[in-house]
């Protein structure tokens, strides 16, 4: 069992920069692949970012890539997204997962485990 919890979201004017993280419970957070989503208001929860077990290979959508960055710090039990250049349509609430299959997943539906969220929000 997993508990992942986020933090660092809040509100932040278009072009600012926010780097929510999200702590792992548990010894075995090196034992998953780690992954973000976020999910905004009558849409789709939707990949952003993932990363391997040891941080090596990381993946990114279309959508965020040159902005986001996915790092993690296996010795704190966290994963954090860097997110830059930020736009009124990145508004979403934020959410990291765990996943234990092989190497990393953009798929919801392969992820263990998921925090409850943290709400970011672009004003323009």
């Known amino acids: 069992q997993v508990q992942l919890v986020e933090s660092g979201g809040g509100l932040v004017q278009a072009g600012g920069s926010l780097r929510p993280s999200c702590a792992a419970s548990?010894?075995?957070?090196?034992?998953?692949?780690m992954g973000w989503f976020r999910q905004a208001p009558g849409k789709e929860r939707e990949f952003l970012a993932a990363?391997?077990?040891?941080?090596?290979?990381?993946y990114y959508a279309d959508s965020v890539k040159g902005r986001f960055t996915i790092s993690r710090d296996n010795s704190k039990n966290t994963v954090y997204l860097q997110m830059n250049s930020l736009k009124p349509e990145d508004t979403a609430v934020y959410y990291c997962?765990?996943?234990?299959?092989?190497?990393?997943?953009?798929?919801?539906?392969?992820?263990?485990?998921w925090g409850q969220g943290t709400q970011v929000t672009v004003s323009s």
């Open positions: 548990g010894r075995t957070f090196r034992s998953y692949a």
């Open positions: 997962a765990a996943y234990s299959g092989p190497e990393y997943s953009v798929y919801r539906g392969d992820y263990d485990y």
């Open positions: 990363i391997s077990r040891s941080g090596v290979n990381t």
